[in-house]
């Protein structure tokens, strides 16, 4: 596609109930990241790959987050025993190259009840 | 780490009258600046980028920020401000491990 694709748009989790947020980056881009954007807040990083490798997951919040990009292309965040804190839009960007010009996706808004 | 502080949560302006975002940065070497502009249930869009050269920089929607070393700062400006300007406004530093750092945004509201 032309642009940085996340599904589902919406996601309601049940506390404790696992999720997996899905990005497709743009054809071609090489990094790929994720973000957590609280309610009035900037986007705040959580990881970082480069094709299929996770350069840097510094930012994920728990051992309850998970991502993973498996052929370098699509990439999964996986959130395990959701907590309402964890209540958020997540978005994902992509760049080509090594270049941190990334292009956004709509995101994600998780919300836990 | 490079940090980012917009120090204005929330701006309103009229429709027509100029407008200017303050954004300082924190960071040891010189920074890759950018502008992103998120309207409401949308992703980020970049208005603009600054990574060397030329300190005074033009983005889309007839925006321009402007690179001040000395003050560590990237303000972003625009001449005359239009309804559709409305949205969240945010100041991003990056550094050359791809580790980029926004800012908590300021929200431009525009008076009729």
């Known amino acids: 596609g032309a642009g940085v694709s996340q599904s589902p748009r919406y996601k309601v989790a049940k506390r404790g109930q696992d999720v997996a947020l899905r990005c497709d980056p743009i054809s071609g881009h090489v990094s790929l990241f994720w973000y957590q954007q609280a309610l009035g807040q900037g986007p705040e990083f959580l990881t970082y790959f480069q094709n299929e490798a996770q350069l840097d997951k510094s930012g994920l919040p728990s051992d309850r987050f998970f991502a993973e990009r498996p052929e370098g292309s699509v990439s999964t965040l996986k959130i395990q025993r959701t907590q309402q804190e964890d209540s958020a839009v997540y978005l994902c960007?992509?760049?080509?190259?090594?270049?941190?010009?990334?292009?956004f996706g709509q995101g994600t808004r998780l919300t836990v009840v | 780490a490079q940090s980012v502080t917009q120090p204005d949560i929330h701006i309103t302006v009229s429709e027509g009258a100029s407008l200017e975002l303050r954004c300082n940065y924190s960071y040891g070497a010189t920074p890759y600046l950018f502008w992103y502009v998120q309207s409401p249930g949308q992703g980020l869009q970049l208005l603009l980028k600054y990574f060397s050269g030329d300190t005074l920089v033009q983005g889309i929607k007839g925006f321009e920020a402007e690179f001040k070393r000395s003050q560590s700062s990237f303000n972003l400006r625009k001449p005359s401000v239009h309804w559709s300007d409305a949205a969240e406004y945010f100041c991003a530093v990056g550094a050359g491990n791809n580790d980029m750092r926004f800012g908590a945004g300021t929200r431009l509201t525009v008076k009729p």
């Open positions: 960007a992509s760049s080509l190259g090594q270049s941190i010009l990334a292009f």
